[in-house]
């Protein structure tokens, strides 16, 4: 049996595009979720990371801070229970960072499953140039519609100013006159 046999199919690339997040703009893996994909404990994982820390600089992985976690948890809007069984800030790999995890992890699972999420994020990424015009165009409405969102803003601060201003000069009006009357 060839390799090529062995790799499409080992899991199922909607179930290892599922576990792809954008965090910090960047589109990363979890450490629970490829410990899972490797056949391997978290804590395994980590430790391994940790022995190896020089392979994996920042570019490559970083903790989750607390909030990054707590936006994390809500976008995923899980039935678990409210840690999603995380008990400590996830690491989170980018794609360079798994393919190193697969040389420190050494096992053959580890790689045949690092070679299908490569090629997972290489299509991710042809699907992607295509688009980017699309995509600039997005950020240019985006960017316009915030415009006209402080324009509108501030034509309704204006616009209630003037109210005031109509109003002060009503309640001028209706004031009794006082003073010398010819």
């Not at 965090?23 to 391994?48: F, N, P, S």
């Not at 039935?79 to 069984?85: A, K, L, V, Y």
């Not at 994020?121 to 240019?140: A, G």
Request: glycine share 4%; net charge positive.
């Amino acid at each position: 049996m060839s390799e090529d046999n062995i790799l499409p199919g080992i899991i199922p690339d909607d179930v290892v595009l599922a576990k792809i997040y954008l965090i910090r703009g960047q589109k990363v893996m979890i450490d629970r979720d490829l410990a899972e994909l490797y056949g391997i404990e978290t804590r395994r994982l980590k430790e391994a990371v940790r022995r190896n820390r020089k392979h994996f600089p920042i570019d490559f992985m970083f903790e989750m801070t607390k909030e990054e976690l707590t936006n994390w948890r809500s976008q995923i809007a899980t039935s678990n229970s409210e840690r999603m069984g995380l008990r400590y800030q996830p690491f989170c790999f980018t794609e360079q960072g798994m393919t190193m995890l697969s040389c420190v992890i050494n096992s053959d699972r580890a790689i045949i499953v690092n070679i299908q999420i490569i090629r997972i994020f290489t299509r991710i990424q042809e699907l992607l140039i295509p688009n980017r015009d699309i995509l600039q165009k997005l950020f240019d409405l985006e960017s316009k519609r915030i415009d006209h969102d402080k324009k509108i803003d501030l034509i309704y601060k204006y616009l209630d100013q003037l109210r005031k201003s109509e109003a002060e000069k009503q309640d001028v009006k209706q004031r009794p006159r006082i003073g010398f009357k010819p």
